[in-house]
């Protein structure tokens, strides 16, 4: 950056060859370039030669001006000693004095104030260190790494070697002999340093005496010899690993920059997510899942390379479109115009699909505007690919080669061959999910036609409800039956986890628990049949809970039962008491046979159409067949789309479909079956034009990176998995995002803020 003028005649410069970093320290301007200070005073340019410590030596003495007397900088006989902490504040890319003894020259006592409480200045502190920044800007690379390091075998001579790291614990033994860990810059390796005042040839004289002064987690330079170690009592600290046969005799140490003494970092210092940069830092399972993210996203751009897909980026600022979830919006300069960021890449590589390029994939960025929950974030990352000529069959052999090839790698495990397969309709009606942990030995049975009249009537209110029921049994090494089975559910029911269950308005569930020295073994409220019944499809032993639960009698939709959220409340229950194992392994499968169409709700108004209607997964989904078509005009509640779903362990990773390739077919769909009006139909004319120039058959998915690391490492949310993540309530608590609007941002972007509120009063 080209040097500017200085607003005042005091500047310091100092030149550096390749480069040129200016700073303003107030009025005063300072250039730093490398190793020569100049002041300039009026007509008369003095050079000083930069000494350690920010002693500079001066050829000739000058007085300071006015603006200096009594500040951090002074002036010695024919030395300039510079105290080495300054603190400034930031502006425009430069740096401002800030003692409160600093005066600006030229400037009453109010335009002082005025300068100082500067708005944007107080926004950026910095701490900074005259002393050690101007020699900072050139530090020596290292000559081996600590990996390295800790292969080596004891060396019969001592080594000189270079390593970058941070400070860690130290010791000091006397005044004359001092102990510190030096750890890798990846905070996965340490070293001991030796410091003594003993001299050594090559060695700073002032290195013993500067290294004990600097806190830990400083970040330094240091130049050592390497030698052997005995072996030390000491175990490993933490997750971080000690070498142990080797230290390091200390020659000379260079700090890089300085941690303040106000940030308390200790082995059990918890940070919040407004520290997340510290939290990285002290974390090293946080960096290693960003480690493994890396590699995994390294090897499925390497196998879809191979299978010939092309990466290609689509663009994010896009435009508003109903595919169904709701969109962040994004205003322009140009009034009452906005981009909307996209929800997927789905329109834009199918309009690949139509120019030509036969198999697409790319990491995509998203955006939905949607409630958050553990496996939700409003901006994520997912895999994206689609083949042209292509249908499900093509796409879901491609994944499982994909899945297969990262489990092998990454996990050591092998999965099968051909993952299994369940319908939608099957899913819901065996675990009460669309997305079911089949692991779980807990599958669901209607019962109803086995149940007296009046006892359905005690389970629900409904006219001719559904009744489900699943059997609940404890591992036999953990329970003594029914009395611990009967304190388990009643623990539960009666906790805030149980209480939406109770107030299921279906009816609460029905409880019965197995105990064999009690008439018809505790079941005698089912009568005498259907406790046979039940007893014979379970295969019933002393301590079972059987649970039984009403819904209404209407084709499934959406996501879960309310007894298969149960199911999964009740087991994990049980295994954080310890009554059932963990579940291990994974089971992966397909959910196929979605209903192409679902019920609008307030929550999901889908893509706004007056059907009643919403796309389950996006109305670009194809019907699965011919007889599906058929239904399009009779009963369109009662098509099956061409969609399916990736589910491994009770987690989506993903979802795909084929796609509509037909544009009468795409605008047949959005007009006549969705009903959405003229216009919201002709903001997909850009697809309908793609389609109508020939664009073949089409299918392709979209995986869940985020989730897919978080199943794969076993943590229990993807934000354990994602370097900047956003809270339940979509902030990030580190930079303060999102941020208020102003009354000039506003203006810019012929914006007004509306409430709603007083709206809906009048």
């Known amino acids: ?426 899913a819901m009606a065996q675990y009460g999910s669309d997305k079911p942990d089949t692991r779980l030995d807990m599958k669901i049975s209607r019962v109803g036609h086995l149940l007296p009249r009046d006892l359905i009537g005690k389970i629900s209110s409904l006219q001719a409800p559904v009744i489900e029921a699943l059997m609940l049994r404890f591992s036999s090494d953990s329970s003594n039956g029914s009395p611990t089975m009967q304190k388990f559910i009643t623990d539960f029911l009666d906790s805030p986890g149980g209480t939406p269950f109770v107030n299921n308005p279906d009816g609460s569930p029905g409880i019965f628990i197995v105990d064999y020295r009690k008439p018809l073994r505790g079941l005698q409220a089912l009568g005498f049949e259907a406790a046979e019944r039940v007893e014979d499809m379970y295969q019933v032993e002393d301590g079972d809970l059987i649970v039984l639960q009403a819904r209404q009698d209407r084709p499934f939709s959406g996501c879960s039962t309310s007894l298969g959220q149960l199911r999964l409340a009740l087991h994990a229950a049980a295994v954080r008491l310890g009554y059932l194992p963990v579940s291990t392994g994974f089971a992966p499968l397909w959910v196929t046979d979605f209903p192409l169409f679902s019920p609008t709700t307030q929550e999901e108004p889908g893509q706004g159409g007056k059907a009643g209607l919403a796309a389950t997964h996006h109305p670009f989904t194809s019907p699965k067949t011919s007889g599906d078509v058929d239904l399009l005009l009779i009963d369109p509640r009662k098509v099956i789309g061409d969609h399916y779903d990736l589910v491994i362990n009770g987690v989506e990773l993903g979802g795909g479909s084929r796609r509509i390739h037909s544009a009468e077919m795409q605008a047949f769909v959005m007009r006549d079956i969705l009903k959405m009006k003229p216009e919201r139909v002709a903001e997909f004319s850009h697809l309908l034009d793609v389609l109508r120039a020939g664009c073949p058959p089409h299918a392709g998915i979209a995986l869940g990176f985020d989730r897919l690391i978080a199943l794969m490492l076993g943590k229990p949310s993807v934000r354990e998995v994602i370097a900047f993540p956003k809270t339940g309530k979509g902030e990030d608590m580190m930079v303060k995002s999102p941020s208020h609007m102003s009354d000039e941002v506003l203006k810019t972007y012929s914006l007004q803020i509306r409430d709603m509120k007083e709206e809906q009063i009048v």
Request: aromatic content about 8%; charged content about 25%; glycine content about 4%.
């Open 1 to 426: 950056m080209e040097a500017t003028q200085a607003r005042s005649r005091e500047s310091f410069l100092v030149e550096e060859e390749e480069s040129i970093i200016c700073y303003t320290l107030g009025f005063h301007h300072l250039q730093v370039r490398s190793a020569a200070l100049h002041r300039l005073v009026g007509e008369k340019l003095t050079c000083f030669k930069l000494g350690r410590m920010a002693e500079v030596a001066a050829t000739t003495a000058v007085p300071l001006s006015p603006a200096f007397k009594n500040s951090d900088i002074k002036f010695s006989g024919h030395a300039v000693h510079i105290n080495p902490i300054i603190t400034l504040t930031s502006r425009n890319g430069g740096f401002k004095h800030a003692s409160s003894h600093h005066r600006i020259p030229h400037l009453s006592k109010e335009e002082e104030k005025a300068h100082w409480n500067d708005s944007w200045m107080k926004r950026q502190q910095v701490l900074f260190s005259i002393a050690s920044r101007l020699h900072v800007l050139k530090f020596s690379e290292e000559t081996t790494s600590f990996t390295s390091i800790a292969s080596l075998p004891k060396p019969d001579t001592e080594k000189s070697v270079v390593l970058h790291g941070y400070l860690g614990s130290s010791a000091l033994l006397s005044k004359n002999l001092f102990f510190v860990q030096l750890i890798s810059k990846d905070r996965s390796l340490s070293i001991q340093i030796i410091s003594s005042s003993r001299s050594l040839a090559d060695k700073d004289p002032s290195a013993h005496e500067y290294v004990k002064k600097l806190p830990m987690h400083t970040p330094v330079v240091v130049r050592g010899l390497l030698r052997k170690r005995a072996q030390p009592s000491d175990q490993d600290f933490g997750s971080i690993e000690k070498i142990k046969h080797l230290e390091l005799d200390l020659l000379s140490v260079q700090t890089l920059n300085e941690f303040p003494a106000n940030i308390i970092a200790t082995p059990d210092t918890v940070f919040g997510p407004d520290q997340r940069h510290l939290q990285l830092r002290a974390d090293i399972e946080l960096r290693k899942a960003l480690s493994y993210r890396s590699e995994v996203g390294l090897t499925l751009r390497s196998r879809l390379q191979e299978l010939g897909f092309v990466d290609i980026e689509t663009p994010l600022l896009f435009k508003s479109t109903p595919e169904g979830a709701r969109e962040f919006i994004v205003p322009t300069r140009r009034k009452g115009f906005a981009y909307a960021l996209p929800q997927s890449p789905q329109q834009f590589k199918q309009i690949l699909m139509g120019s030509g390029i036969p198999q697409y994939y790319q990491f995509a960025r998203c955006f939905r505007d949607e409630d958050l929950r553990a496996d939700r974030q409003p901006e994520f990352t997912q895999l994206d690919l689609e083949m042209s000529f292509a249908g499900a069959e093509q796409v879901m052999c491609t994944i499982e080669d994909l899945i297969r090839s990262l489990w092998v790698k990454h996990l050591g495990t092998q999965l099968p061959d051909s993952f299994m397969r369940i319908s939608y309709a099957e």
